[in-house]
């Protein structure tokens, strides 16, 4: 990779230590003719690329074989016994703050995140009862790390 890690964060959310890391900057623009290209797939990496790509003005063709954009991540509608409508969904998703780059791809349309809701916590519940969480960990390496095991109750030393 062609990066800068000692170029300083343009934006780090909360982690004052973070870098942005560019990679490869090539054309800010095609020039002459615009070439067509296919995406094929609609998920998180599709859209990406196809973003990327219409920005420097290339024609993209998404093809998506599934009635809905977002791979794994879609939802669609469901509609249960009693005619309400529901959203159906893979599973449940959590978008970390460390995920600069996707957020910085949804803010491209929804620039303050408001879609986003943010959690006081990422509770992983165990059938025994044991529940392990995040909120107390330090946010930065390797505290992170650290804490997460000293804090569990089912994977550190905690754990009884
Ligand atoms: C239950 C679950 C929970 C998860 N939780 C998290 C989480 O909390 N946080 C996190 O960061 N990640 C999570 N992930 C992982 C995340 O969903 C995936 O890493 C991400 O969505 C993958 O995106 P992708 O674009 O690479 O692939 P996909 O989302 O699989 O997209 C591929 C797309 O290509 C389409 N396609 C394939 N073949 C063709 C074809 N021949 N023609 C046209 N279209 C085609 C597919 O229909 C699909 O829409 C989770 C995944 C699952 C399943």
Excluded: C, K
Excluded at 98 to 118: E, K, S, V
């Amino acid at each position: 990779m062609n990066g800068h890690a000692s170029a300083p964060a343009s934006r780090h959310g909360r982690d004052r230590r973070a870098h942005v890391v560019h990679g490869p900057q090539g054309a800010p623009r095609v020039s002459g003719t615009a070439p067509r290209v296919a995406v094929i797939g609609g998920g998180i990496a599709g859209l990406a690329a196809a973003t990327a790509l219409a920005e420097r003005g290339v024609h993209v063709t998404v093809y998506e074989r599934e009635h809905q954009l977002g791979g794994r991540l879609r939802g669609w509608p469901e509609e249960l016994a009693d005619g309400s409508t529901i959203t159906m969904s893979r599973g449940f998703h959590a978008f970390f703050r460390q995920y600069y780059n996707l957020r910085g791809l949804l803010r491209r349309t929804d620039p303050a995140l408001r879609t986003l809701r943010g959690l006081p916590d990422y509770p992983l519940r165990h059938s025994g009862g044991l529940q392990d969480g995040f909120a107390r960990v330090p946010r930065t390496p390797p505290w992170s790390a650290l804490g997460f095991a000293a804090l569990s109750p089912t994977f550190g030393v905690g754990a009884t």
